[in-house]
């Protein structure tokens, strides 16, 4: 009898796992330490290992994985904070797993976060989903007639990686400039309203501070402060841009956005939604936007989605 879909999303500091009934319904969640030594080799044993000591593996559906780097028919193509080149993850999983009959899948981390938002949270029914995840760096990922895109490179969904900015053009950490995660992360919301300030003359509170995070920005720019409502204007027409070119690509039902920058709530929204809409009009005259509500679960829930 298979009664439980395991979720499992391997970060570079921990392991989540979740264990769920085949409804969905999160049952019990447990995290490992990520042992990164010797290249990471021991993560997935380590994983095997802990989800076989605490259920019984013919009563396992399916496992299902999400992980931080690109994806391809269930190998990892890489994932530099694991430490690992080209994983077979799916076939060492099922070589540890012996004659269990056990469905197991594998996806990458941000498209596997968009699709616990579809099978739990903010995304619940919906068929064609689009999640921009606006943390340290920005992640996406696309769920067309529910399936993750993951396209021939492994890439699908990764619109952090768009070059979108000609004007400031800061350096990237994927080697190239003005990428969409370079103004609109937190580290870049950061970083745009430095290189601003150098050539500002007015007051704002912000001249008050050595240095300061892009939840300040914002809350400033909440508070009525015009240079960082201007900040704040810049990211949010920079994300506006790009998710135009999104829309007009596959037309979502729904775009949700999730990580630590979307903590500005409704005024995030609001104002990517007044520049969005000048962009895709005629075509498209709404802007369904929302808040993913999942917060770190996404990647179990997601995880487990794949193996529903
Ligand atoms: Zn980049």
Redesign the pocket.
């Known amino acids: 009898m298979k009664d439980y879909l395991i979720g499992v999303d391997i970060g570079g500091t921990s392991v989540k796992i979740g264990k769920f009934n085949l409804d969905g319904v999160l049952l019990e969640k447990w995290d490992i330490p990520t042992d990164r030594r010797d290249q990471g080799r021991h993560i997935v044993k380590d994983v095997v290992d802990s989800i076989y000591a605490r259920v019984r593996l013919d009563a396992i559906k399916g496992i299902g994985f999400g992980v931080p780097g690109p994806v391809k028919d269930g190998i990892v193509l890489r994932a530099v904070n694991l430490g690992w080149q080209t994983t077979y993850l799916e076939e060492t999983v099922r070589a540890l797993l012996g004659n269990h009959d056990i469905e197991i899948a594998v996806g990458n981390d941000a498209n596997v976060a968009a699709a616990g938002e579809v099978f739990q949270g903010a995304a619940k029914g919906c068929r064609n989903v689009v999640m921009l995840t606006l943390g340290t760096g920005v992640g996406g990922g696309i769920i067309q007639d529910g399936k993750l895109i993951e396209g021939k490179h492994g890439v699908g969904g990764e619109f952090?990686?768009i070059v979108v900015d000609h004007v400031h053009r800061f350096a990237?950490?994927?080697?190239?400039n003005g990428?969409l995660?370079?103004l609109t992360s937190a580290t870049g919301i950061v970083n745009l309203a430095k290189k601003r300030l150098e050539t500002f003359v007015g007051d704002t509170p912000l001249k008050g501070y050595e240095s300061f995070s892009a939840k300040r920005v914002f809350d400033f720019a909440k508070a009525g402060d015009p240079f960082c409502e201007g900040v704040i204007d810049e990211v949010a027409d920079t994300l506006a841009y790009a998710l135009s070119i999104v829309s007009l690509s596959i037309d979502p039902d729904i775009i949700l956005f999730g990580g630590g920058v979307s903590l500005a709530g409704q005024y995030l929204i609001d104002h990517v939604r007044k520049f969005y809409l000048p962009y895709v009009a005629p075509f498209i005259t709404e802007a369904n936007f929302a808040l993913a509500t999942l917060s770190n679960d996404a990647g179990i829930y997601g995880a487990a989605y794949l193996v529903r």
């Open positions: 952090g990686h990237c950490n994927c080697g190239k990428c995660e370079t």
